[in-house]
């Protein structure tokens, strides 16, 4: 399983989105995500292993750098 983490200087660490089946849906929530969120963002895809909890980081989808006055 897979879980999308975007962290931001302005809300810090969002991680409780759901779990995606595969990398690819992850990623496009990801997109999603960077459309929806303003200033600077950074989203992460991890690979979420389910019986020890632990996450991986696989790739860094998007920066976002936007100004926000």
Do not use: C, W
């Amino acid at each position: 399983m897979y879980r999308l983490k975007l962290i931001s200087p302005h809300f810090g660490i969002d991680d409780k989105g759901p779990l995606h089946p595969t990398q690819a849906q992850a990623r496009q929530a990801a997109e999603l995500m960077l459309q929806v969120y303003r200033g600077n963002v950074r989203a992460e895809v991890h690979k979420v292993d389910l019986k020890t909890r632990k996450s991986e980081k696989l790739e860094e989808v998007y920066i976002k750098v936007e100004r926000v006055d």
